[in-house]
T-cell receptor, first 116, second 113 residues
Framework: AQSVAQPEDQVNVAEGNPLTVKCTYS??????LFWYVQYPNRGLQFLLK??????LVKGSYGFEAEFNKSQTSFHLKKPSALVSDSALYFC??????????????FGKGTHLIIQP | DTGVSQDPRHKITKRGQNVTFRCDPI?????LYWYRQTLGQGPEFLTY????????KSRLLSDRFSAERPKGSFSTLEIQRTEQGDSAMYLC???????????FGQGTRLTVV
């Protein structure tokens, strides 16, 4: 079975500072990893993904994430936070183990609060 | 708007009643997913279609739940004999192929009273 852990329920960052939202995963097989963002009263929006290749992936709105296979982590990062980045962030994983689940397994989410 | 569309956005029903939700995916997407999200939790996978074929169902999908995608386009999710524990946001998503990003609708919020 695959799982995702987001160890922080909430992350507080001052505007202009770098931010990190943590995610670790567990899968049998190689992982596909995703970050989604959810704003109030809006659907989940895709930010970025890791499928294969470079460990550092860049996505929407200046976000990036680093895949670390040895630590089974996929932390979301941004060099300079904006107040508008305040939202609920979800990490998700799927595994191409052949014949396995095609649906995503999500973490519980991390509230990111950017303080002016 | 060419995104994933879900209808209704909100549904309040009495315990024991049946409800049906509709999802219209992005038109060229052959893969369609249903998820359920409760307060304070991430979305949980329910079921998945490739075209009209239902290829996977989570054990979360009890016998009271049924999903269809009859022509490989829109999909419906029906819950029979609703229970208070069914209260949640039901999310639909679609994608073009396996293991790529899925695009989500805004969801249908179900409240069972």
């Amino acid at each position: 079975a695959q799982s995702v852990a987001q160890p922080e329920d909430q992350v507080n960052v001052a505007e202009g500072n770098p931010l990190t939202v943590k995610c670790t995963y567990s899968v049998s097989g190689n992982p596909y990893l995703f970050w989604y963002v959810q704003y109030p009263n809006r659907g989940l929006q895709f930010l970025l993904k890791y499928i294969t290749g470079d460990n550092l992936v860049k996505g929407s709105y200046g976000f990036e994430a680093e895949f670390n296979k040895s630590q089974t982590s996929f932390h979301l990062k941004k060099p300079s936070a904006l107040v508008s980045d305040s939202a609920l962030y979800f990490c998700a994983v799927s595994s191409y183990s052949g014949g396995g689940a095609d649906g995503l397994t999500f973490g519980k989410g991390t509230h990111l609060i950017i303080q002016p | 708007d060419t995104g994933v569309s879900q209808d209704p956005r909100h549904k309040i029903t009495k315990r024991g009643q049946n409800v049906t939700f509709r999802c219209d995916p992005i038109s060229e997407h052959n893969r369609l997913y249903w998820y359920r999200q409760t307060l304070g939790q991430g979305p949980e996978f329910l079921t998945y279609f490739q075209n009209e074929a239902q290829l996977e169902k989570s054990r979360l999908l009890s016998d009271r739940f049924s999903a269809e995608r009859p022509k490989g386009s829109f999909s419906t999710l029906e819950i029979q004999r609703t229970e208070q524990g069914d209260s949640a946001m039901y999310l639909c998503a679609s994608s073009t192929r396996s293991y790529t990003e899925a695009f989500f609708g805004q969801g249908t919020r179900l409240t069972v009273v």
